[in-house]
């Protein structure tokens, strides 16, 4: 027999499979050793990976591109550990097999990297025996869920079999702390069953050290099943000195973006950033007061889902994408928790948008007491705030008045939710402005594009240096000669860096009503969550 024979499909030589028993590894090799070599994996890493075929633990369908592509960039050594590791893994709940391979070179990299520089990796602080398997089989036998098991997280469910209800919306999701980092399913899920039916459970695990984060995300089927989860399980000890804390969370499906140009209107911002990333579904826009046809600067980007919305933000925020010129400023939206359908029952305040600068409080008021009596009417730029005296002549007014025609353009109309807590909201700001002075020593061109005098570039954190200049006092505008841009940027700052995919309803305020008036955006059709406009300055 010759030595070399032709691969099946490139003509390309590789050696012969039948070759020496030292050479080719354990035993005979399989029909897809030699695609492996074909695609150019070395001969070692190529066998090590027909070995784990021959387990039955992997098959060569399940691996992609992207798998293979990134074995064969490896190291030689770094791959056959990597493999080891990997055949070393419990992957009786790993569906996708290629995507929990990349999980564990990535984790492979951090730790090499993280050697390298003489920085001592994270190692677990007790001793991991894993989910008791037994139990969870149980569990899932009960159940009819499914487990999917990745090297970043264990995902329990989603939909429940055979639902054919519609997906849990906002308010039926809970963030879980203060989990013991040795407890897995087996201990969680009969916790938070009590509570309602649960559509999935997402226990966060660190890749570094095989103990979970120490958080999970809980989404019930309805909103009343995760109010009991919180009601019955923040602060309960489940085990001896051990309380975990349970409160409810938001998916986060919308972008702030600052610094567009005023002249945009809403069919032109979706065209352009639909470019950029796919998901979105809707561009929320405020116009100036005293020009309808132009925007005030900034806008919201709504998208399907968080993980296209957090796609869309990588894109946007890497600050080579220009909007016509412009650089753009790109944050998560601060949202708002629902308030209680408790809460909303009793509020007799309507909150009416799209107004034009000819439009008085006096008229509105005469508009709006049609429906029954209004006790005050205050306006504020563009939108208003009307309190009526009773709730239902509030919702006829809502109703009857919503999208009509009022000075030259049509209003909108809906019930005003409680505003946060005045303490909790100047928080955001300042985080928020933190926020910003970090992506402006980021991206010093974008400063120029600043306006010195608007009043939110003030009571800053601590002082600031701008790039070759003098550090700038706080409680104090940026001085006119550091502005060297053509555009200036007229709007109010991004939000903070803590606002992310989730935001715990408890840290956005305790459900106070304060005194001052905010604006507010309903999320979608449905109103279901609300968005405060705390963009009032820009013009």
Same mark, same amino acid.
């Given at each position: 027999?010759?030595?070399?024979?032709?691969? #099946?499909?490139?003509? #390309?030589?590789?050696?012969?499979?039948?070759?020496?028993?030292?050479?080719?590894?354990?035993?005979?090799?399989?029909?897809?050793?030699?695609?492996?070599?074909?695609?150019?994996?070395?001969?070692?890493?190529?066998? @090590?990976?027909?070995?784990?075929?021959?387990?039955?633990?992997?098959?060569?369908? #399940?691996?992609?591109?992207?798998?293979?592509?990134?074995?064969?960039?490896?190291?030689?050594?770094?791959?056959?550990?990597?493999?080891?590791? %990997?055949?070393?893994?419990?992957?009786?709940?790993?569906?996708?097999?290629?995507?929990?391979?990349?999980?564990?070179?990535?984790?492979?990299?951090?730790?090499?990297?993280?050697?390298?520089?003489?920085?001592?990796?994270?190692?677990?602080? *007790?001793?991991?025996?894993?989910?008791?398997?037994?139990?969870?089989?149980?569990?899932?036998?009960?159940?009819?869920?499914?487990?999917?098991?990745?090297?970043?997280?264990?995902?329990?469910?989603?939909?429940?079999?055979?639902? $054919?209800?519609?997906?849990?919306?906002?308010?039926?999701?809970?963030?879980?702390?203060? +989990?013991?980092?040795?407890?897995?399913?087996?201990?969680?899920?009969?916790?938070?069953?009590?509570?309602?039916?649960?559509?999935?459970?997402?226990?966060?695990?660190?890749?570094?050290?095989?103990?979970?984060?120490?958080?999970?995300?809980?989404?019930?089927?309805?909103?009343?099943?995760?109010? =009991?989860?919180?009601?019955?399980?923040?602060?309960?000890?489940?085990?001896?000195?051990?309380?975990?804390? *349970?409160?409810?969370? %938001?998916?986060?499906?919308?972008?702030?973006?600052?610094?567009?140009?005023?002249?945009?209107?809403?069919?032109?911002?979706?065209?352009?950033?639909?470019?950029?990333?796919?998901?979105?579904?809707?561009?929320?826009?405020?116009?100036?007061?005293?020009?309808?046809?132009?925007?005030?600067?900034?806008?919201?980007?709504?998208?399907?889902?968080?993980?296209?919305?957090?796609?869309?933000?990588?894109?946007?925020?890497?600050?080579?994408?220009?909007?016509?010129?412009?650089?753009?400023?790109?944050?998560?939206?601060?949202?708002?928790?629902?308030?209680?359908?408790?809460?909303?029952?009793?509020?007799?305040?309507?909150?009416?948008?799209?107004?034009?600068?000819?439009?008085?409080?006096?008229?509105?008021?005469?508009? %709006?007491?049609? %429906?029954?009596?209004?006790?005050?009417? @205050?306006?504020?730029?563009?939108?208003?705030?009307?309190?009526?005296?009773?709730?239902?002549?509030?919702?006829?007014?809502?109703?009857?008045?919503?999208?009509?025609?009022?000075?030259?353009?049509? +209003?909108? *109309?809906?019930?005003?939710?409680?505003?946060?807590?005045?303490?909790?909201?100047?928080?955001?700001?300042?985080?928020?402005?933190?926020?910003?002075?970090?992506?402006?020593?980021?991206?010093?061109?974008?400063?120029?594009?600043?306006?010195?005098?608007?009043?939110?570039?003030?009571?800053?954190?601590?002082?600031?240096?701008?790039?070759?200049?003098?550090?700038?006092?706080?409680?104090?505008?940026?001085?006119?000669?550091?502005?060297?841009?053509?555009?200036?940027?007229?709007?109010?700052?991004? =939000?903070?860096? $803590?606002?992310?995919?989730?935001?715990?309803?408890?840290?956005?305020? =305790?459900?106070?009503?304060?005194?001052?008036?905010?604006?507010?955006?309903?999320?979608?059709?449905?109103?279901?969550?609300?968005?405060?406009?705390?963009?009032?300055?820009?013009?």
């Amino acid at each position: 027999m010759n030595k070399y024979e032709m691969a #099946e499909g490139n003509g #390309e030589l590789v050696d012969d499979i039948n070759q020496k028993s030292e050479d080719r590894g354990d035993g005979e090799r399989t029909e897809d050793y030699p695609k492996l070599l074909e695609y150019g994996l070395d001969k070692k890493v190529a066998g @090590k990976l027909d070995d784990i075929y021959k387990t039955g633990k992997l098959a060569h369908v #399940e691996l992609d591109e992207r798998a293979l592509d990134a074995l064969k960039e490896f190291p030689v050594d770094g791959a056959l550990n990597v493999l080891s590791q %990997f055949l070393e893994s419990n992957l009786e709940h790993v569906s996708n097999k290629s995507a929990y391979l990349c999980g564990v070179m990535k984790t492979y990299r951090q730790k090499s990297r993280a050697s390298q520089q003489g920085v001592a990796t994270p190692a677990a602080t *007790v001793q991991v025996k894993g989910p008791d398997e037994e139990k969870i089989k149980k569990i899932l036998e009960r159940t009819g869920y499914s487990l999917d098991v990745t090297t970043g997280q264990r995902k329990y469910g989603g939909p429940p079999p055979n639902w $054919d209800g519609p997906t849990p919306g906002n308010g039926c999701e809970v963030f879980c702390g203060k +989990i013991p980092k040795d407890m897995f399913e087996d201990e969680i899920i009969p916790l938070f069953e009590d509570c309602g039916t649960i559509w999935d459970l997402r226990l966060m695990m660190d890749p570094m050290t095989g103990t979970n984060r120490g958080y999970a995300f809980v989404t019930f089927t309805t909103r009343e099943a995760a109010a =009991n989860a919180v009601r019955q399980l923040n602060d309960l000890e489940i085990r001896k000195g051990k309380k975990i804390g *349970v409160t409810v969370s %938001f998916n986060n499906h919308r972008l702030f973006v600052g610094n567009i140009p005023k002249n945009r209107d809403r069919d032109e911002l979706i065209e352009e950033f639909t470019k950029h990333a796919p998901g979105l579904i809707e561009v929320i826009i405020y116009s100036s007061p005293d020009d309808k046809k132009k925007n005030r600067g900034f806008c919201f980007l709504e998208y399907e889902s968080h993980k296209a919305a957090s796609l869309a933000k990588r894109r946007l925020g890497t600050g080579r994408i220009k909007v016509w010129g412009c650089d753009i400023i790109v944050d998560w939206a601060d949202p708002q928790e629902e308030p209680d359908e408790q809460t909303m029952s009793k509020v007799k305040v309507l909150y009416v948008r799209n107004l034009t600068q000819d439009v008085s409080e006096e008229k509105l008021k005469e508009q %709006f007491e049609q %429906f029954g009596k209004v006790e005050r009417v @205050k306006k504020i730029k563009d939108y208003a705030f009307v309190h009526f005296e009773d709730r239902d002549s509030a919702v006829i007014a809502m109703r009857g008045l919503n999208g009509k025609e009022i000075g030259s353009s049509n +209003i909108e *109309v809906s019930l005003a939710k409680p505003p946060s807590d005045k303490k909790k909201k100047e928080e955001i700001l300042r985080a928020r402005e933190r926020r910003m002075m970090q992506m402006m020593q980021g991206r010093p061109g974008i400063v120029g594009n600043l306006s010195p005098t608007h009043p939110n570039m003030l009571s800053l954190a601590a002082p600031m240096r701008l790039p070759g200049g003098p550090r700038i006092p706080l409680r104090a505008p940026i001085p006119r000669e550091y502005v060297v841009g053509k555009r200036k940027f007229d709007g109010a700052l991004p =939000n903070p860096a $803590d606002i992310k995919r989730r935001y715990p309803a408890g840290l956005i305020g =305790n459900g106070s009503w304060g005194s001052i008036p905010l604006p507010q955006q309903p999320l979608g059709t449905n109103g279901e969550q609300w968005y405060t406009d705390t963009f009032p300055a820009w013009s």
